[in-house]
Structure formats: structure tokens, C-alpha cells
T-cell receptor
Framework: KAGVTQTPRYLIKTRGQQVTLSCSPI?????VSWYQQTPGQGLQFLFE???????NKGNFPGRFSGRQFSNSRSEMNVSTLELGDSALYLC?????????????FGPGTRLTVL | AQSVTQPDIHITVSEGASLELRCNYS??????LFWYVQSPGQGLQLLLKYFSGDTLVQGIKGFEAEFKRSQSSFNLRKPSVHWSDAAEYFC???????????FGTGTRLQVTL
């Protein structure tokens, strides 16, 4: 079974631009979560989608948004990029998005904001 | 809200030596506990998880972890470390009904030959 895939793997943007990242979950998984990883803040939860609905949200500004499609694929968007948005963005999928479900992570998208 | 503490930022061990990485959690009820490993430039790979039953959990790559409720700990162990184990290790807790994971700050493992 194919793992979680994320595209693109690397992105370079400038301040003020917006960016869209894509995540394809493991087949059959209905929950997709997004995390931001930075050297200073570590791994932080952004949001989780299940059946095309955002179920949980972390403590991030409204510039960070996402959506999920009927095939469970998910995208996250960051508008008006800031230097501090430079990070590794990780997507994880799980069967039902319950706390006990194992989350399987993709390789991440490395975003650099100049 | 739940939290996770990994007291050791960086650990160096010799190949063949035993390893223990510490993890302490804070949560009012029984948490779901996970250990993940991350190699440079890669995503996270699950090593093992605990959510009920036997408090000693076996994982992949020869790792094990023991859940100790009285100490709020979930330490990761390996009897003999291999050079390929060099990576960053994250302890995480899931709680309640939500899928949100709360991660510790990670422990970077260096293995000397």
C-alpha cells in the first residue's frame, strides 16, 4: 500500500506571496492532519480534516487554511507569507482520526520564505 | 491540555551500547503514547505505540518502551544500538477523541563507531 505523499517536496517563496501544499493520504484513510516543524517551535499541530470537514484546529493565524476533497486528499494554503513561515510542513493520515489511531506521516514539504 | 517533556536534547552512545530515551507526559487520564523517529530530511516513522494492556510495548527495529503510570513516563529502550539508529526521536501523546498529537521537543541520537 502506498504511503502518504506530499507535493511539492521543496518550495521557495518570497514574503507576501501565498502557497498551496498538497497531501495524498494512504488509501482508505479518511483523516488528514497537518503539522508545522521548525527548529524553534518543534512540531506543532495545524489542523485536521475528516470527511471534508475541519474537525480540529491548532493555534495558528487565519493565514493558514486547508481543505479536504471527497477522495480524502488535502491541501493547505498559507497566504501573505512571512519569514517565520519557513518550515517543514508534514501531513499525516489515519483511518478515522481518533486519538488512538496511528498517524502515518509523509516526507514533508520544505518551505523557504525569502 | 496534555504536554510531553523529553529532557535530553542530545545523546551520544557507542555502537553496541544500550540506549534509553526519556519521555514524561502530562495528562489527566490514560493517554495514547507514541514514539516516532525522524531521519534528516525525512518524515516521521512510527516506532511503537501504547494505548492499553501490557505496559511493555515492542516496536520495530528492536525498540521497546515501558509505560509507567506512577511516573508519567514512557521511556524508549534498545539493548544494542546500531549506527543506523542515529536520528531524532520524538515522543508524542494523543488524548481524548481528537487526532491531534502533542510532541516533545525531540532527542537527537548520535552513534559513535
Amino acid at each position: 500500500k502506498a504511503g502518504v505523499t506530499q507535493t511539492p517536496r521543496y518550495l521557495i517563496k518570497t514574503r507576501g506571496q501565498q502557497v498551496t501544499l498538497s497531501c495524498s493520504p494512504i488509501s482508505g484513510h479518511r483523516s488528514v492532519s497537518w503539522y508545522q516543524q521548525t527548529p524553534g517551535q518543534g512540531l506543532q499541530f495545524l489542523f485536521e480534516y475528516f470527511s471534508e470537514t475541519q474537525r480540529n484546529k491548532g493555534n495558528f493565524p487565519g493565514r493558514f487554511s486547508g481543505r479536504q476533497f471527497s477522495n480524502s486528499r488535502s491541501e493547505m494554503n498559507v497566504s501573505t507569507l512571512e519569514l517565520g513561515d519557513s518550515a517543514l510542513y508534514l501531513c499525516a493520515s489515519s483511518l478515522e482520526g481518533r486519538a488512538r489511531d496511528t498517524q502515518y506521516f509523509g516526507p514533508g514539504t520544505r518551505l523557504t520564505v525569502l | 491540555a496534555q504536554s510531553v517533556t523529553q529532557p535530553d536534547i542530545h545523546i551520544t552512545v557507542s555502537e553496541g551500547a544500550s540506549l534509553e530515551l526519556r519521555c514524561n507526559y502530562s495528562y489527566g487520564a490514560t493517554p495514547y503514547l507514541f514514539w516516532y523517529v525522524q531521519s534528516p530530511g525525512q518524515g516521521l516513522q512510527l516506532l511503537l505505540k501504547y494505548f492499553s494492556g501490557d505496559t511493555l510495548v515492542q516496536g520495530i527495529k528492536g525498540f521497546e518502551a515501558e509505560f509507567k503510570r506512577s511516573q508519567s513516563s514512557f521511556n524508549l529502550r534498545k539493548p544494542s544500538v546500531h549506527w543506523s539508529d542515529a536520528a531524532e526521536y520524538f515522543c508524542a501523546v494523543g488524548a481524548g477523541t481528537a487526532s491531534k498529537l502533542t510532541f516533545g521537543t525531540g532527542t537527537r541520537l548520535q552513534v559513535t563507531l
